[in-house]
């Protein structure tokens, strides 16, 4: 049965750090990750998707790698700011499957 | 392009009432979900739909919950009666073909908080 962790749960650091979430997955065996921003009150916003087949993927300021070998994936934030303040989620689809397994979160926090 | 649309945003009942929540997924999405967010936990979903055919409902508790997606567009799903431990934010999510490989992504509505007092 998949699962999926992430570390920390919380994190709150000063505004400007480049910053590293943690997700773990026990099944290598998957199709997708995709990585996810979740406001309070509001539903999820898709930040980086990663095919099973590629390594990384990057978007502004965010950049997401996947090691399916090791069944982890890193959301890297470089030059945090107060707006990036929100929860974090990652998901995976289980190969031979189409549902995503999410994991809990990280609660973020960027202090001006 | 409009995003997936969720009603009513907030709701409040009693426990043993019943309630019923609203979807539009984005035009031409084929596949629909509905997840369930309790507090401090990632979603899980509950039901997926492929058109108007149900995919995958292993995790919806039939006894009390219900879904449809009647011409594979809007979805409607449904709590009777509430228990306590269905306090949740209910999100529905819509992708281009949920069966497809390699995977598209899935887009969320706001997802509709309901206390069940």
């Known amino acids: 049965k998949q699962e999926v962790t992430q570390i920390p749960a919380a994190l709150s650091v000063p505004e400007g750090e480049n910053l590293v979430l943690n997700c773990s997955f026990t099944d290598s065996a998957i199709y997708n990750l995709q990585w996810f921003r979740q406001d309070p009150g509001k539903g999820l916003t898709s930040l980086l998707l990663i095919q099973s087949s590629q390594r990384e993927q990057t978007s502004g300021r965010l950049n997401a790698s996947l090691d399916k070998s090791s069944g982890r994936s890193t959301l890297y934030i470089a030059a945090s700011q107060p707006g990036d303040s929100a929860t974090y989620l990652c998901a995976v689809i289980p190969s031979g499957t189409y549902k995503y397994i999410f994991g809990t979160g990280t609660r973020l926090k960027v202090l001006a | ?117």
């Open chain 2, 1 to 117: 392009e409009a995003g997936v649309a969720q009603s009513p945003r907030y709701k409040i009942i009693e426990k043993r009432q019943s309630v019923a929540f609203w979807c539009n997924p984005i035009s031409g999405h084929a596949t629909l979900y509905w997840y369930q967010q309790i507090l401090g936990q990632g979603p899980k979903l509950l039901i997926q739909f492929q058109n108007n055919g149900v995919v995958d409902d292993s995790q919806l508790p039939k006894d009390r919950f219900s879904a449809e997606r009647l011409k594979g567009v809007d979805s409607t799903l449904k709590i009777q009666p509430a228990k306590l431990e269905d306090s949740a934010v209910y999100l529905c999510a819509s992708s281009l073909d949920g069966l497809a490989v390699p995977m598209y992504e899935q887009y969320f509505g706001p997802g509709t908080r309901l206390t069940v007092t």
